[in-house]
């Protein structure tokens, strides 16, 4: 026999979490589930901009009561040939490691109502009639089936099992590999680093309890013949920028935080819906070096549990639901999208060891390339 909720979100990272945290606040019944066992570490720059601390207070979250998270008041980029850029960020942005902030952030869900199942795989996902979901999940070895009024996809860019894959044109051709390793001995200025090498870039940010988080988004193509393990990797990125050796000399690796995840795709354009409504990395990919991946999943969580909400309280019917929420999704993401795919195009044009003396003789343009890629302050209607 299945089992009745209201919601069912998949996926417990941030956006899930959030998503399934204000649904529960607002009095439904959510069950959030995951694959994968929480914590644990995740492939993330672990960079918290100004928006993104903005979006965490309205949901009541306080970083600074739970931990000591590092601040980063700019932003600096290192071509391979050892010229810079250096910027101001528009405001002080945080460091937090994805393990600290999923604890915080599951804890606020659970103390809010949620159901968090994790380790659970959906199997199938159907929708029999209109209002009516029906998912069925393996725990434990265990087939298990829920109903729901609601569906939220927080699953990142692959789908669940039984669901219509994408169009093609959503996501880019280009294949890319993401890593991610925490360490210890590196002395960064409060800043947020970034070493463009061959095949993509690698960034460097303090995070909390004097560690150091290094991510990177290297081409597929790059990475092959680099070795599988993610030091081969940073090693074989390091070759072609000096400076990220001499950086990645400093440190010694932490054990156990290394972690790695391919392939991705960047998207093309968002993609808010295709059975359920869609959010954070499920909806769209950005490129990292825009540095507001967190602030996007916190904002199309809103969004969503903002309509989501409505539906399930009879304020909005299911087609209504789909197109109020698609409509704000692309109104809110699809110009930062173009702005972030353009600017990571010039990022990768050979002519940009010239960008460094570019800047100096227009040094508001970096001011200006780090405010294009970051989300809106929040107003009212956001709300």
Known sequence: MSKQVDVIVIGAGIAGSTCALQLAKQGHEVILMDSQEFPRHKTC???????????????????????????MDRAQIIMPDGGEIEAPLPGNAYGISRYELDCILHQAALEAGTTIL???????????????????????????????????????????RGVVPSA???????????IKS????????????????????????PIENGKT?????????????????VPDILHAASLTNQRLADRLAEGEAVPGTQVSIAP?????????????????????????LSGDGMSIALRSSLLCAQYTDR?????????????????????????????????????????????????????????????????????????
């Open 45 to 71: 720059g672990e960079f918290m901009s100004p928006e993104t601390k903005e979006m965490l207070e309205y949901l009541d979250i306080h970083l600074e009561q739970k931990l000591q998270p590092t601040t």
């Open 118 to 160: 994790t380790k659970s795989t959906v199997t199938k996902i159907e929708q029999p009639q209109a209002g009516l979901y029906e998912v069925q999940f393996k725990q434990n070895g265990e087939l298990v089936q829920y109903r729901a009024k609601a569906v939220i996809g927080a699953h990142g860019t692959k789908k669940p």
């Open 168 to 178: 093609e044109n959503l996501r880019d051709e280009t294949v890319y590999v993401g």
């Open 182 to 205: 925490h360490f210890t001995g590196m002395q960064i200025p409060p800043r947020v680093e970034l070493y463009f090498c061959e095949g993509g870039y690698v960034g460097i940010s």
């Open 213 to 229: 988080n290094v991510a990177a988004l290297l081409t597929l193509e790059t990475v092959q013949g680099s070795g599988t393990s």
């Open 264 to 288: 991705l795709n960047l998207s093309n354009i968002p993609e808010p819906w295709s059975q359920y409504p869609h959010i954070g990395d499920a909806m769209m990919m950005i490129p990292p």
């Open 311 to 383: 539906y399930l309280r009879g304020e909005l019917d299911d087609k209504a639901w789909a197109s109020e929420y698609m409509l704000a999704a692309n109104q809110e993401f699809t110009q930062l999208l173009k702005r972030t795919r353009a600017i990571q195009k010039l990022a990768f044009a050979k002519v940009n060891v010239y960008y460094p003396k570019l800047v100096q003789m227009m040094p508001s343009l970096a001011s200006y390339i780090v405010q294009a890629t970051r989300l809106p302050h929040m107003n009212k209607t956001n709300r």
